[in-house]
């Protein structure tokens, strides 16, 4: 063990961290940060469940800086999301290095690390690229709402230290942030006139030489499936590691469509070069598609879409050879690496696409958000496992701590481990300091029917209002699809006197603050609401789930995991769909107590959660609350919390 760090000097810091914030250590809290420091002083791969309530950033930022100020050694610490990357790197982390920096006698460096897109492109700015939208050139006055919102952006670059856009409040839609900013693939990097000015070289610039790096699964998603981005480090830890096997996934998971080729041969002509072969190419694609059925491909590609691909390949390959013969013409960098890109990105596909070997899973799929339609319009490949993917390139030769307050499932580690490629993990569940016995129920209403494929049926919308009425509205609704919760929405609009929001009424954080700021009102939605939302109280007395939240059943991923499973005489069904619904059922459940304070209940409106075999796996997944079929007793509780709480108001 690092010398001085030992589990009794981890919970000396931990304390001091903690009481400079006003706070008390918590037992869970405790256990936690000393797993975390063994893990990092042994180079040793630690699952750490923390649930709600166990102040678990502190639990692992403390031995993290501890432990880089002790060894000098690099950590990279991940997180789900941009909002949770910008809270510990802007607040968390410098509050634990305000309090430690005494105790351990050193300040370790730390940096910001995000992808290009998420800063403004100085260059592009500037005019060194073409516009995004070829009808709104970037000299052109505010003529229209996206170019007043362009001209504010540019009036932002003047002040900005930081050209992060966490940093502009309010923001700008993505039409609009998509005319300053290039992605990686766009990006010039030291060939770039603006280099100095660089907002996003800046901050990788400090991330270089940063002790202690922040940064998202999207990143991690990157340096797993494509290139180093992050370098060397000895340590990583993932907070919100549930969600890194999806994120991992999303990164390696490409499409290819018509309108992309198109695309990529209108900016190779930008620069000069001829796209007659690479149009008829298109064409070709377009005809081959239009043939093809909607769904999974089993086995080889039709003959027609291979073709085309083919022709897409080398149409590609013969454009990015011309493209690179271009002369040094500043003025031509930047439509260059836009064509080189976008053509780029176009043959990457084609080549998964013609040599997969099995290793992905490929289907045709509709448009975007067109899921009724049987029109083939996409083809897209994704990874069949991830497993050896986060094994090889994030895990391997580096001390790991992967925490959530969602990786036991069904009681144990294994599943977690399985996904996330961990081998030989050491394991701790740091407990929760609620206890969910006493604070809330756990409400199966067995008595409905099972649901079917059509959405939310009239039994349990007749339930949903029973226990909303009785709740007296403070309903968080989480719904399986947008489809289900729209009809819920209308039917207790109808049926009750409460508000009810819908979470695609408006933006998700201005639906919180009406939902926080009034007693009554129910917020429903479908997979936004499942995670992250956080509000303690009366306010959300009653958390309903219509459905057990299994995977589609004819999503490609998910049929080809399970099959892949079942041909290693493994339980298919269990690694792959019980194992997700599960995740998203600790989560969803887990939005009702937020505090010591917070009672209420979670109802599930399917009956397989208390009859189906696997119901006790889903169960055990969730916050141990009060287990409950008895329909009349947690409507009476529900009564009385809301007497409660209208009595204090």
Request: glycine letters at 8%; aromatic letters at 4%.
């Amino acid at each position: 063990m690092t010398d001085d760090l030992t589990p009794q000097r981890v919970e000396e810091l931990l304390r001091t961290a903690v009481e400079s914030l006003g706070g008390e250590t918590r037992e869970g809290q405790q256990h936690m940060a000393a797993a975390v420091a063994n893990a990092l002083n042994d180079g040793e791969h630690a699952l750490i469940q923390a649930g709600t309530g166990t102040g678990k950033s502190l639990g692992y930022l403390v031995p993290a800086v501890a432990h880089a100020a002790a060894t000098d050694e690099r950590i990279v610490i991940s997180t789900a999301t941009l909002a949770l990357q910008r809270q510990i790197y802007t607040k968390d982390l410098p509050l634990v290095l305000d309090a430690l920096q005494a105790e351990i006698g050193a300040r370790p460096a730390v940096g910001l690390f995000k992808g290009r897109s998420n800063y403004l492109c100085v260059h592009k700015m500037d005019g060194g690229y073409p516009p995004e939208d070829d009808t709104l050139p970037l000299n052109l006055g505010p003529t229209s709402e996206l170019g007043k919102q362009v001209a504010r952006l540019h009036e932002w670059a003047a002040e900005t230290e930081s050209g992060d856009r966490d940093d502009l409040i309010p923001g700008v839609p993505g039409r609009a942030w998509a005319q300053v900013s290039v992605s990686g693939r766009e990006c010039l990097e030291s060939r770039c006139p603006a280099l100095e000015r660089c907002f996003a070289q800046r901050a990788r610039d400090e991330a270089a030489v940063a002790n202690i790096v922040v940064t998202n699964h999207a990143v991690l998603g990157v340096q797993a499936t494509s290139h180093d981005m992050i370098g060397e480090h000895q340590v990583l830890i993932v907070d919100e590691a549930h969600e890194l096997v999806q994120r991992i996934t999303s990164s390696a998971t490409h499409e290819l469509t018509v309108l992309g080729v198109d695309r990529a041969a209108r900016n190779a002509r930008r620069v000069g070069i001829a796209t007659d072969k690479l149009d008829r190419a298109a064409r070709s694609l377009d005809s081959a598609l239009g043939e093809a059925r909607v769904g999974r491909v089993r086995g080889e590609l039709p003959d027609a879409v291979a073709d085309a691909l083919e022709t897409v390949r080398s149409a590609t390959r013969e454009i990015l050879t011309g493209v690179g013969k271009i002369g040094a013409d500043k003025d031509m960098q930047g439509p260059q690496k836009l064509a080189t890109a976008s053509l780029t990105e176009v043959f990457d596909v084609c080549e998964e696409l013609l040599g997969t070997s099995g290793r992905y899973v490929i289907w045709f799929a509709p448009r975007d958000g067109d899921y009724g339609s049987n029109v083939a319009e996409r083809i897209v490949a994704a990874p069949l496992n991830v497993a050896a993917t986060i094994h090889d390139k994030l895990l391997a030769d580096r001390a790991s701590v992967m925490t959530s307050a969602t990786l036991a499932l069904g009681g144990t580690f294994d599943a977690i481990a399985r996904h996330l490629g961990v081998e030989d993990p050491v394991t701790l569940d740091a407990g929760s300091p609620f206890a969910y016995e006493r604070q809330g129920m756990l409400y199966v209403a067995s008595h409905l029917p099972r649901p079917g494929t059509g959405g939310i049926g009239d039994e349990a919308l007749d339930e949903l209002a029973a226990l909303i009425e009785a709740a007296g509205g403070r309903t968080l609704g989480l719904f399986s699809s947008h489809k289900a919760a729209v009809t819920a929405a209308e039917a207790i609009r109808e049926r009750l006197d409460v508000p009810v929001l819908y979470q695609l009424d408006d933006q998700l954080p201005t639906l919180m603050k009406e939902f926080a700021a009034d007693p009554r009102a129910c917020l429903f939605g479908s997979t936004a609401l499942w995670q992250g939302i956080d509000v303690p109280g009366a306010t959300s007395s009653l958390v309903v789930i219509d459905r057990i939240p299994f995977p589609r059943p004819d999503d490609p991923i998910t049929q080809a995991r399970t099959e892949a499973i079942e041909e290693h005489g493994g339980n298919g069904f269990m690694a792959i769909s019980a194992t997700h619904a599960a995740l998203l059922l600790a989560q969803g459940a887990g939005r009702l107590i937020r505090s010591v304070n917070d009672r209420g209940v979670v109802a599930v409106l399917d009956p397989r959660l208390a009859t189906a075999r696997y119901g006790g796996f889903l169960a055990r997944s969730m916050p141990p609350l009060w287990p409950t079929t008895d329909r009349e007793v947690v409507l009476a509780a529900l009564r009385r919390l809301d007497a409660e709480a209208s009595s204090a108001a």
